[in-house]
């Protein structure tokens, strides 16, 4: 259009709110994740557990075999702190490896694609960016981790009556908080390595050595050091340390509480610490 015509006018549409501009991200990432088949089986495929705990908790209050021997059958099936905590080692596993299949997708193709520029040259600043892409894992982990896992309480308290959901609450809380934490510490991660690491495949087996590498260097300074503190190492049983916690179930792990929680601090900050490296809307090349 030529300037001199004078006849360009401004946009006077509405605006979108500047508190959700970041869920823009999220959107047009799942029409592209959501094209790959695999990717749409193994989602259906995390439900299938969550399915069988509630098939479990039904059978646990219905079996009628177990009421004709005068045996209670919560007492025979039991619903309890254990059941709760074994669920959310299960789906944080599944929810690991969706990480691995689905962090290397997120940053890494702006940076190969010089994209950057292109989103910060808006009023995106780079704290929306990475909101932005850590909320693609976050929405999919929370899918199929405490969602599902807070469903299996209702039921259960659904089945067991008021008195045992009052007395059983803070079982709820344990269950959000400790699979939230492990899914902001999975994204995370995956947010680091794909800003890192701009060739996928390459990116998402880095994801999976950082556990992996995790767990052998802690078992490896465990046998050396004849020491327990090798597990700090190794992310998987500084989550299971803290849910152990939460559930008020003894931990085998041998590493403090406190510990536990130190380390999650300190991987959280390093990984923002690479973002911050690598987020920004110039590029120095020498």
């Keep these: 259009m030529a ?16 508190w959700s501009r970041f869920q823009i991200l999220p959107r047009y990432s799942y029409a592209r994740l959501f094209q790959a088949k695999f990717m749409v089986m ?33 007492q025979f099936l039991k619903v309890n702190n254990t059941f709760f ?30 994209a950057m520029p292109v989103y910060l040259c808006r009023p995106f600043s780079r704290t929306e960016y990475v909101i932005g892409r850590m909320s693609v894992l976050m929405y999919l982990l929370s899918l199929i981790t405490w969602i599902p896992g807070l469903i299996l309480f209702a039921i259960q308290s659904s089945q067991a009556g008021w008195d045992w959901m009052t ?34 495949i390459a990116s998402g087996a880095l994801i999976l050595g950082v556990f992996f590498a995790g767990a052998g260097l802690g078992a490896a300074l465990n046998s050396i050091m004849r020491t327990r503190q ?15 916690k939460m559930f008020r179930v003894e931990s085998t792990t041998g590493i403090s509480v406190t510990n536990s929680w130190i380390v ?13 490296r690598r987020v920004r809307a110039f590029e120095v090349v020498k």
Aim: proline content about 4%; aromatic content about 16%; glycine content about 8%.
């Design 167 to 200: 007395s059983n609450l803070w079982m709820a809380g344990a269950l959000f908080m400790g699979l939230f934490i492990w899914d902001v510490v999975l994204s995370l991660i995956a947010l680091a390595m794909s800003a890192w690491v701009k060739w996928k």
């Design 42 to 74: 193994f989602l259906m495929a995390c439900f299938f557990f969550p399915v069988g705990c509630a098939v479990f908790i039904y059978l646990s209050h219905n079996l009628s075999f177990l009421t004709t021997l005068n045996v209670p059958a919560g």
């Design 3 to 18: 300037v001199y015509k004078r006849s360009y006018k401004g946009y006077n549409g509405a605006l979108t709110p500047a």
């Design 230 to 244: 090798g597990n700090l190492l190794d992310l998987v049983q500084v989550m299971a340390t803290i849910e152990d």
């Design 85 to 114: 905590e074994f669920y959310c080692s299960f789906q944080g596993a599944l929810a690991y490896l969706m990480t691995a299949f689905v962090g290397p997708s997120l940053v890494a193709p702006d940076l190969a694609n010089n």
């Design 264 to 276: 999650f601090g300190v991987a959280s900050a390093a990984c923002l610490w690479l973002l911050a």
